[in-house]
């Protein structure tokens, strides 16, 4: 079936560092979203990218939909950066985005 | 614009109730999509609507339900509540598009005991 694999499952990192978000999917995408959840529940977009790379500030999304695979990377974190990262994909016409079960990021000061 | 907005926030069950949640989609939207989070599960697809007509449905008994108005905005429904659908209801929309970015509200808490 549809399979999509965030790693790593957890992450601890201290304020100021560096990290590599990873979403493996299982067959062709025409939509891929990546959305942070805060510790109230709101889910938040970051980026919609089915293929290549985008930047927001200190976050940016590479997809390569040919090896189906994309990367979050968050570059010099802060604690407010702590919360769950979702991959979502969506793979065919209006078929509904199906979720990876996350990244919980804990940011420490 | 204003964001998705969802009615109640939180909510306490018991056993054998039915429960009725809103959610109200950004201005010109015409999707609204059902999700439904717990720590086993993860984040699971309940169903779609688009143009008050059901587009797409997940895996879940037929106890859960929908619909959606004119005005775009949906309603889902769970008839004789049972423990395990305590959970975190989360309701997403957009265009309807294949290529568009779906945008979340706050959720619905809801506790059954």
């Known amino acids: 079936g549809i399979q999509v694999e965030q790693s790593p499952p957890d992450l601890i990192l201290q304020e100021g560092a560096n990290s590599t978000l990873r979403c493996n999917f299982s067959d062709s995408v025409n939509n891929l979203q990546w959305f942070h959840q805060n510790p109230w529940g709101q889910l938040i977009n970051l980026f919609y990218?089915?293929?290549g790379t985008k930047q927001n500030g200190r976050l940016s999304a590479t997809t390569v939909a040919t090896e189906r695979y994309s990367l979050l990377y968050i570059s010099s974190s802060q604690t407010t950066d702590s919360g769950v990262y979702f991959c979502?994909?969506?793979?065919?016409?209006?078929?509904?985005?199906?979720f990876g079960k996350g990244t919980r990021l804990s940011v420490i000061a | 614009k204003a964001g998705v907005t969802q009615t109640p926030r939180y909510l306490i069950k018991t056993r054998g109730q039915q429960v009725t949640l809103s959610c109200s989609p950004i201005?010109?939207?015409?999707?609204v999509s059902w999700y439904q989070q717990t720590p086993g599960q993860g984040l699971q697809f309940l169903f779609e609507?688009?143009?008050?007509?059901?587009?797409n449905k997940g895996n879940f008994p037929g106890r859960f339900s929908g619909r959606q108005f004119s005005n775009s905005r949906s309603e889902m429904n769970v008839s004789t509540l049972e423990l395990g659908d305590s959970a975190l209801y989360l309701c997403?929309?957009?265009?309807?598009?294949?290529?568009?970015?779906?945008?979340f509200g706050p959720g619905t808490r809801l506790t059954v005991l």
């Open positions: 201005s010109g939207h015409r999707s």
């Open positions: 609507y688009f143009s008050e007509t059901q587009r």
């Open positions: 979502a994909v969506g793979f065919s016409g209006n078929t509904p985005l199906v």
């Open positions: 990218i089915p293929s």
């Open positions: 997403a929309s957009s265009s309807g598009t294949p290529l568009d970015t779906q945008y």
